[in-house]
T-cell receptor, first 114, second 118 residues
Framework: DAGVTQSPTHLIKTRGQQVTLRCSPK?????VSWYQQALGQGPQFIFQ???????QRGNFPDRFSGHQFPNYSSELNVNALLLGDSALYLC?????????????FGSGTRLTVV | AQTVTQSQPEMSVQEAETVTLSCTYD???????LFWYKQPPSRQMILVIR??????QNATENRFSVNFQKAAKSFSLKISDSQLGDAAMYFC???????????????FGTGTRLTIIP
């Protein structure tokens, strides 16, 4: 039973560029959330997708956008990259709301902006 | 807005001993969920234990148990018989108790790095 799969594991981008990160949820899960974890910090909630719609959004600018596909996988897009966007980006999936069944996290994508 | 505070950036414990990690939170809600997650060098967040605020009984999972003090807004994690594999970053997290989309956000603390001394 595959867990949450994220790709790529690492990437390096130049300031001003755009990046797309991908997440495949755990089998049986239909909800995907994205978190940003800066070095030495706890994860910060970016947004959550369910039924291909953004259901909740954290305090992140519009440069951060996402998408969920019919197979429940998801993408996180970040435009006009800033040095401060360098972080570990974590994807978490759940079956419906995580309140009942909990959340499963992936191992993240380490993004470095230079 | 809810906040979660972990005041111990680092802790260490001898193998086979017991260690307690502290967490406090601030909320105006009466119904919520609290979690402890472990993040080893592999970076994946792994759920250690979960507590529903409406439950009086403290949650327990094998060697892991919590001391949930709702009035004090405190949620500490006790690890008994510490093992080398317990070495990791530990994060305390809060989720609203409303079971609907729009309340899914987990609010994390800044973490405690736990070292196990052989």
């Amino acid at each position: 039973d595959a867990g949450v799969t994220q790709s790529p594991t690492h990437l390096i981008k130049t300031r001003g560029q755009q990046v797309t990160l991908r997440c495949s949820p755990k089998s049986g899960h239909d909800t995907v959330s994205w978190y940003q974890q800066a070095l030495g910090q706890g994860p910060q909630f970016i947004f959550q997708y369910y039924e291909e719609e953004e259901r909740q959004r954290g305090n992140f600018p519009d440069r951060f956008s996402g998408h969920q596909f019919p197979n429940y996988s998801s993408e996180l897009n970040v435009n006009a990259l800033l040095l401060g966007d360098s972080a570990l980006y974590l994807c978490a999936s759940s079956r419906g709301t995580g309140a009942i069944y909990g959340y499963t996290f992936g191992s993240g994508t380490r993004l470095t902006v230079v | 807005a809810q906040t979660v505070t972990q005041s111990q950036p680092e802790m260490s414990v001898q193998e086979a001993e017991t260690v307690t990690l502290s967490c406090t939170y601030d909320t105006s809600e009466s119904d919520y969920y609290l979690f402890w997650y472990k993040q080893p060098p592999s970076r994946q967040m792994i759920l250690v234990i979960r507590q529903e605020a409406y439950k009086q009984q403290n949650a327990t999972e094998n060697r892991f148990s919590v001391n949930f003090q709702k009035a004090a807004k405190s949620f500490s994690l006790k690890i008994s018989d510490s093992q080398l594999g317990d070495a990791a970053m530990y994060f305390c997290a809060y989720r609203s108790g409303q079971s609907n989309f729009g309340n899914e956000k987990l609010t994390f603390g800044t973490g405690t790095r736990l070292t196990i001394i052989p």
